[in-house]
């Protein structure tokens, strides 16, 4: 399979150009400089770090990367904010009791099978603990309040969504997308703009 | 108050303005696919009328940004309980609000719907016929696409010969639409560029002006801010505004008052916190497959069959996705640029009906989001096959979904923040829909693997909405007639996706625009027959 990277910064400096629509800019450049969330609004603290921890697994960022996407902190934030997406699960409750009780039930599982919290645990045993709870081979008390299959798809589709709606994502997979006030008058195969980039040599590849 | 809307010095067409005391002829209820055509061929006819829609008006170049999150403004995203074995999902799936409906979003693919599409019992022996066929919308479908600018091949390969030939000329081909041709070209499959309701030229429309050519954006799907899509907004909205109709939006409808005889008198909203009520002689309720019925049970009403809320479909719509070593960046160019109709009765098919074929072009978000959900990657997975992001193509089925006893949509024990019960969605697919999707998923791979596809992978999933209020002959089996006419309440109809009483093997924007246009003639025809 490919394995692609693009050039670092491409995204700030595209940003400051009539390609881009100010409306766009604009929200891109929030999602930039938004400061980094210490106190959780949504989440309790000691859930807030549960779910730092999971989201360094599903989306493990550059280690070249200064300052990371804050994935937990946007989370929190739409929680906080009450958003709907226009559906969940019959068999699920509330997002805003799901999430909570899954992140719960992953330190319950961790300190059942490893002894200690999930966010001290080795990133093996994390991914174990992922793995089996996307499988839904997980079961304890702590796992009836929500069915555990579905709590890791909607986390993981959450988290993911931000991630790649963040200016660092999309540079992260050369996307310019946004970049598109004069349109793209050859759309076909192999037809790019000066303002798509090419994929570099493959450096500071994800941990 | 004066006839039409009046035209003022700047260009600007003022909107007629009805007051609430005034018995107007008609309250349009949604104004989406299925409400924006009859809105405005009732205005043109001299009535007076007036549309409620739940969501905002938005003037797209001030306010849509070029972002998936940024526009999630533009879906139905109240809650919905998904339940059964195959849990449907609604907001950017399949539900839009706003003047305008779910054609902010669509896609914009509007191929007809063939004959054989309203007679599946005559030629299956399952799922049900429809009271009419083809013909009586035929008329309809060259209107709208003479109307809309549709953009299209010279010559259509598939269907019956047409009256006419599309307005423009097709959008040009991006890569996914590329691959695919040479895909179905090694294995013998026809394609053509696909018809979509967007503008390959500036085109002048009556009422509106000339309307811009597309840029090849690539985000339809959320919301095109340049106006070369042909939605609703922009197209039979301002027409209607232009003969004389009022828009009011961020108008939530939740019930009806009604004479002793029953026939509704008023209609009530919300609106600005406040309780408002239109007085009127007749409504069209247009809030598609969930939101009609949904309006319905609410008030228990047009419900003597028992059929509201039951009949759920939705279309079969796996995609098949793969790499290629070619550069794609799949934001560019109409989504679905290409389509194939060689499978709408494939020879070897062990199951009832059919598919079409289209390609896709893919926004990254929606795509990251298809692979987690869909694909259930995470980690270095998940990121590397983002990485190949602009390496990306995808081709994707939509088809036949039969109606079943159960599937069907029903009112919940939870409320949302408008206190109404949130409606909960029962969807399984059956055998044919699983039959048809294996077959699809055969071609798709097979073509993919011809075009020179890496890394293919499929998700299964169902598209639009459909079925809840079903149209027929038979008081007892439907909810109403063949003229979209309650049986239970005589100047009540509906106009929308909940009224079609198979899914078709087809897009169904097209089709419910031209049900739109169908049943406000067929009304203007009767009240003016009425009158002499």
């Known amino acids: 399979m490919r394995d692609d990277h693009y050039p670092e910064g491409y995204v700030q400096d595209l940003l400051q150009t009539p390609f881009v629509n100010e409306q766009t800019r604009q929200l891109m450049q929030e999602r930039l400089s938004v400061p980094e969330v210490i106190v959780p609004v949504f989440f309790e603290q000691e859930a807030f770090i549960t779910l730092h921890a999971v989201a360094g697994r599903l989306l493990p960022q550059p280690a070249t990367r200064r300052s990371p996407i804050d994935l937990a902190g946007a989370f929190d934030k739409k929680m906080a904010g009450n958003e709907s997406n226009g559906w969940r699960y019959n068999d699920m409750p509330p997002d805003s009791e799901a999430f909570p009780a899954g992140l719960k039930a992953i330190d319950n599982m961790s300190n059942t099978n490893f002894g200690k919290k999930f966010h001290l645990l080795e990133p093996a045993c994390q991914d174990r603990i992922l793995s089996d709870i996307q499988a839904g081979q997980c079961s304890g008390e702590y796992w009836n309040a929500v069915v555990p299959k579905r709590f890791f798809e909607e986390l993981l589709t959450a988290l993911t969504e931000i991630y790649y709606s963040h200016p660092l994502g999309r540079e992260e997979i050369g996307d310019v997308s946004w970049a598109d006030v004069p349109g793209w008058p050859r759309p076909g195969l192999n037809q790019l703009e000066a303002r798509e980039p090419l994929p570099v040599l493959k450096h500071g590849a994800n941990e | ?532």
Not at chain 2, 321 to 327: A, H, K, N
Not at chain 2, 454 to 461: A, I, K, L, Q, V
Request: include cysteine; charged fraction near 20%.
């Open chain 2, 1 to 532: 108050m004066s006839k039409g809307g009046s035209d003022s010095r700047d260009g600007f067409v003022q909107m007629q303005q009805f007051t609430t005391h005034e018995t107007v002829d008609a309250v349009v209820i949604g104004t989406g696919a299925g409400g924006a055509p009859l809105l405005a061929r009732l205005a043109a006819a001299g009535l007076r009328v007036v549309a409620l829609d739940a969501g905002k008006s938005w003037s797209p170049a001030q306010d849509f940004v070029t972002d998936e999150p940024g526009q999630s403004k533009l879906f139905w995203n109240d809650e919905r309980l998904s339940a059964g074995t195959n849990p449907l999902a609604f907001g950017n799936n399949n539900s839009g609000i706003g003047v305008g409906g779910s054609t902010l979003h669509f896609t914009a693919y509007t191929p007809r719907p063939q004959p054989d599409d309203f007679s599946l019992a005559d030629e299956f022996g399952v799922g049900v016929n429809w009271p009419i066929g083809y013909g009586h919308l035929e008329p309809y479908l060259g209107e709208l696409e003479e109307f809309l600018g549709i953009s299209g091949p010279a010559c259509y390969p598939w269907g019956p010969a047409r009256k006419s030939s599309y307005p423009l000329a097709p959008l040009p081909l991006n890569g996914a639409a590329q691959l695919m041709q040479r895909g179905c070209k090694q294995l013998g499959i026809n394609t053509s560029p696909a018809p979509n309701a967007a503008l390959s030229a500036p085109y002048f429309q009556q009422g509106v002006g000339w309307r811009p050519a597309c840029k090849n954006r690539g985000y339809c799907q959320a919301g095109c801010t340049t106006g070369a899509k042909s939605s609703m907004d922009v197209t039979y909205i301002p027409l209607a505004i232009h003969y004389g109709a009022e828009v009011r939006a961020e108008s939530f409808v939740t019930s009806f008052e009604f004479n002793p005889a029953g026939r509704i008198t008023a209609v009530i909203y919300q609106h600005d916190g406040r309780e408002h009520r239109q007085k009127c002689h007749h409504v069209f309720l247009c809030g598609g497959a969930i939101e009609t019925p949904r309006l319905l049970l609410i008030n228990g009403l047009a419900n003597s069959s028992g059929q509201v809320g039951r009949n759920f479909m939705a279309h079969t719509g796996m995609q098949v996705w793969g790499q290629f070593p070619e550069d794609i960046r799949p934001y560019k160019g109409i989504p679905g640029a290409l389509i194939s109709e060689d499978m709408h009765r494939p020879r070897d098919a062990d199951f009832a009906g059919g598919y079409l074929l289209q390609s896709l072009g893919v926004m990254p978000v929606t795509y990251a989001s298809q692979l987690a959900r869909g694909r259930g990657l995470w980690g270095t997975s998940l990121t590397q096959t983002m990485r190949g992001y602009n390496h990306t193509a995808g081709i994707d089925i939509l088809g036949e979904c039969l109606p079943y006893d159960h599937n069907f949509m029903e009112l919940s024990g939870e409320t949302d923040a408008r206190g109404l019960p949130k409606p909960r969605i029962h969807f399984s697919t059956g055998d044919n829909e699983q039959r048809l999707t294996a077959h699809a998923e055969k071609v798709m791979r097979a073509i993919w693997a011809e075009a020179g596809a890496e890394d293919t992978w499929s998700f299964d999933r169902n598209a639009h909405i459909i079925g809840t209020c079903r149209m027929g002959l038979d008081a007892n089996d439907s909810v109403v007639d063949a003229e979209g006419r309650s049986f239970d309440i005589s100047n009540l109809f509906i106009a929308d996706n909940s009224i079609f009483p198979s899914a078709l093997s087809v897009n169904p924007s097209l089709t419910i625009m031209a049900l739109s246009l169908y049943i406000a003639d067929c009304f203007l025809e009767k009240r003016h027959k009425s009158r002499q």
